[in-house]
């Protein structure tokens, strides 16, 4: 098993930056990959960034150039540093953690809310 706690989310002005952080424990050496997705209110659940454990990254076209995600391995942590923040990227940012080499199960955190003022 798996457990991903976010932290890092609050109340930020447009253009403004904020890091996300996630913690991931136990089984964290059958982690293949991790990501972040978000969800507004009355929207689906998307992909935002996503790491393998050899670091090959990927992007959702929105916030390419704006967004980085990385991974501290010796910390089981993912980091996603937002900058030059929109209003439209408000939402409830969740980490995912997928195991494809123990249990073949996916992994989520319970989200930490990003509110950008206009």
């Known amino acids: 098993q798996v457990q991903l706690v976010e932290s890092g989310g609050g109340l930020v002005q447009a253009g403004g930056s904020l890091r996300l952080s996630c913690a991931a424990s136990g089984d964290t050496d059958c982690i293949a990959s991790m990501a972040w997705y978000r969800q507004a209110p009355g929207k689906e659940r998307t992909l935002i960034a996503g790491?393998?454990?050899?670091?090959?990254?990927v992007y959702a076209d929105s916030v390419k150039g704006r967004f980085t995600i990385s991974r501290d391995g010796t910390k089981n942590t993912v980091y996603l540093q937002m900058s030059s923040l929109k209003p439209e990227d408000s939402a409830v940012y969740y980490c995912y953690a997928l195991d494809q080499s123990c249990n073949d199960m996916q992994y989520w955190g319970k989200g930490t809310l990003v509110t950008v003022s206009s």
């Open positions: 790491i393998t454990t050899g670091g090959s990254t």
